[in-house]
C-alpha cells in the first residue's frame, strides 16, 4: 500500500537548522510530485510548495522561498525539508503529500522552536 | 495568485442536521477543488475529488457541488464522528488552501 512515513519530531532552539525527512513506499516515486505543506498550532492548511522528484526542482510559494529547501534522495524514495536559521513562527505540523491531487499524505512532523 | 475564501471558520450544529460549508475561488479553478476532513492530530483525509466525487470509503451522506466559483461541501445528516476541521484546496495553478472550518456539535 502506498505509504509516506515522515521522520519523529523535533525541538529546536531559535537559529538552529533542521532536516525533515518523508519516505514514500508502494509507488514509484518519481511518478508524482511531492507537496510539503505546513500547519502551524490551531490553524489552517498553508501551502510550502513542491518539488519535481523527476528532476529535483523546487518551487517554493512566496512565504517559503527563504530558508527552506526541498530536496530528494531518489535511490531511497525520500524527500527531505530543510528549514535554516529556525524562528519561533516556524513552530507548526510540517506535512508531506504525493502529487498534484494530494491524496496521500505522511503522518506529519511536529517541529518546535524555543529558547 | 488564486485566493480561496472559505466560510463558515466556524459552526456548531446538532446531530441529524443538514451542514454547507462553502468556498469561493478568486479565479477559475473548473473543478479542480479537494475536500479534505482533519481530525485532532491527524493528517488530513480528502473526502471530495474534482468537486463533486466521493473519495473511497466516505460515506454518502457527503456530497460536493458547484455554482459558478462557489463549492459547496454538505452533510446530509449530521452524526457525531464528522466533528472535525474541513478544508478546501484548489490545485488548478500550484495549490491553495481555504482558511478552514472547525465543525463542532452541540
Known sequence: QIQLVQSGPELKKPGESLKISCKASGYTFTDYAMQWVKQAPGKGLQYMGWINTQTGKPTYADDFKERFVFSLETSASTAYLQINNLKNEDTATYFCARGTVVAYWGQGVMVTVSS | ?106
Open chain 2, 1 to 106: 495568485d488564486i485566493q480561496m475564501t472559505q466560510s463558515p471558520s466556524s459552526m456548531s450544529a446538532s446531530l441529524g442536521d443538514r451542514v454547507t460549508i462553502t468556498c469561493q475561488a478568486s479565479q477559475d479553478i473548473g473543478n479542480n477543488l479537494i475536500w479534505f476532513q482533519q481530525k485532532p492530530g491527524k493528517s488530513p483525509r480528502p473526502m471530495i475529488y474534482y468537486a463533486t466525487n466521493l473519495a473511497n470509503g466516505v460515506p454518502s451522506r457527503f456530497s460536493g457541488s458547484r455554482s459558478g466559483s462557489d463549492y459547496s461541501l454538505t452533510i446530509s445528516s449530521l452524526e457525531s464522528e464528522d466533528m472535525a476541521d474541513y478544508h478546501c484546496l484548489q490545485y488548478k495553478q500550484y495549490l491553495t488552501f481555504g482558511s478552514g472550518t472547525k465543525l463542532e456539535i452541540k
